[in-house]
């Protein structure tokens, strides 16, 4: 008998026992469904992670400061400076260079002396304006006030200085032989605090200090068709004349890179969940393989009439191995379709759209084929190897 008339038997076979295949085959469209929604759903991540960093970073390389001492000031002090951005500009295939931006590493901030009487520490200053800060006593300074000699310290600033942090309220503190008035005092920094950390001036008070503003990392954005990493080379060169004495390294920081490494990360997130998730293709390949072995036993006649006129084992065994696959065949579609249907419903209430690759619609496919064949192979065997008198008269 032919390859295509096996399959006409097969499908024969099937449509004689509809609801039986169909209960056979859910087993199969939930596990494919899963998978093909959480394919789908990773594959969109990826994309939006790197859609994002093309649009904000294709042609940008991030330089930062790496101290040998890690707890150093020094890698606060002297690491980038305003003059540094000039600098860099001038070299070939630079377009522009500024202060990195979302991170700590994107702050301006000026270090400075401060005193009060024979208390005397160290001030990281910052502006307030745009930030909102947590006040533990005082108030801070509104902008009526921006061209008055007014100051936020920060808890630890004012702890040192006076014995109850309170007590600095409207006292006078000297910043570069300029007198502050105190006018509030910041809570405590938490462990990840950023503003509790700094004390506060106004923008006219911080630029009147004559304190060229720190930057502790750059972003340098080159021409397309120049090499990132020799460009770097010559910023390093650059940075590292500027600053001859710093102690530490320059190092570069490609948002590309990151942007791969994310793209593993999600890559392996999904393919591990994915995986979880196929352990109901498993189910529904060991339902596959009973009702493969029912559909042998309430057939052992029509095998063993077969097999009586000439029917070859082979042919047999690719009749019952075909049902195997179409079951899971179609099953497969279904589960591929109803997991991309799902996956869209996901996709309202996620930021971003998930999307269905031609990888994970043909690997779903090819899996519950494998799965049709590994789970159907042995009643199909079984089948084949039937006695043609026991199966006819037992």
Request: charged share 20%.
């Given at each position: 008998m032919s390859v295509a008339n096996l399959i006409k038997t097969a499908i024969s076979s099937l449509k004689s026992?509809?609801?039986?295949?169909?209960?056979?085959?859910?087993?199969?469209?939930?596990?494919?469904?899963?998978?093909?929604?959480?394919?789908?759903?990773?594959n969109g991540l990826k994309r939006e992670v790197v859609q994002s960093s093309e649009d904000t970073s294709a042609n940008k390389i991030n330089v930062y400061f790496q101290p040998d001492n890690l707890g150093a000031d020094y890698s606060l002090i002297e690491s980038f400076t305003k003059s540094d951005l000039n600098s860099i500009t001038r070299i070939e295939g630079v377009q522009k260079v500024e202060a990195a931006q979302g991170s700590i590493a994107g702050m301006s901030i000026v270090m400075s002396d401060i005193s009060y009487f024979d208390k005397q520490t160290m001030v990281i200053l910052d502006t307030y304006e745009g930030k909102s800060l947590?006040?533990?006593?005082?108030?801070?300074?509104?902008?009526?006030?921006?061209?008055?000699?007014?100051?936020?310290?920060?808890?630890?600033?004012?702890?040192?200085?006076?014995?109850?942090?309170?007590?600095?309220?409207?006292?006078?503190?000297?910043?570069?032989?300029?007198?502050?008035?105190?006018?509030?005092?910041?809570?405590?920094?938490?462990?990840?605090?950023?503003?509790?950390?700094?004390?506060?001036?106004?923008?006219?008070?911080?630029?009147?200090?004559?304190?060229e503003e720190v930057i502790s990392a750059i972003d340098v954005y080159i021409n397309p068709d120049m090499d990132k990493e020799a460009v770097f080379e010559e910023v390093k060169t650059e940075l590292e004349k500027n600053h001859p004495n710093i102690q530490g390294e320059y190092a570069l920081q490609d948002p590309q890179a990151i942007t791969k490494v994310f793209e593993k990360i999600i890559g392996g997130l999904t393919a591990f969940i994915a995986l979880i998730t196929g352990i109901s293709l498993f189910v529904g390949g060991i339902g596959v393989m009973n009702i493969m072995y029912?559909?042998?036993?309430?057939?052992?006649?029509?095998?063993?009439?077969?097999?009586?006129?000439?029917?070859?084992?082979?042919?047999?065994?690719?009749?019952?191995?075909?049902?195997?696959?179409?079951?899971?065949?179609?099953?497969?579609?279904?589960?591929?379709?109803?997991?991309?249907?799902?996956?869209?419903?996901?996709?309202?209430?996620?930021?971003?759209?998930?999307?269905?690759?031609?990888?994970?619609?043909?690997?779903?496919?090819f899996t519950s084929v494998i799965v049709g064949i590994v789970f159907g192979i042995i009643p199909a065997s079984k089948a084949s190897k039937m006695d043609p008198i026991k199966a006819i008269y037992l």
């Open positions: 026992h509809k609801l039986r295949t169909f209960l056979t085959m859910i087993g199969i469209i939930i596990g494919i469904s899963s998978v093909v929604t959480i394919l789908s759903i990773g947590n006040i533990l006593h005082g108030r801070v300074m509104t902008e009526a006030e921006d061209n008055r000699r007014l100051i936020v310290l920060d808890y630890n600033t004012a702890k040192t200085m006076f014995e109850n942090p309170e007590e600095a309220l409207g006292k006078g503190v000297n910043l570069k032989g300029t007198y502050y008035e105190v006018v509030g005092v910041l809570a405590e920094a938490g462990m990840f605090s950023l503003t509790g950390s700094y004390s506060y001036v106004s923008e006219a008070s911080k630029e009147g200090m004559g304190t029912v559909s042998v036993s309430e057939r052992k006649r029509e095998i063993g009439i077969r097999r009586a006129i000439g029917a070859k084992p082979k042919s047999i065994l690719l009749q019952f191995l075909f049902e195997a696959i179409i079951i899971t065949g179609i099953g497969g579609l279904l589960g591929i379709l109803s997991g991309y249907l799902f996956s869209k419903v996901v996709g309202i209430f996620i930021p971003f759209e998930p999307v269905l690759t031609l990888g994970s619609f043909l690997g779903s496919t």
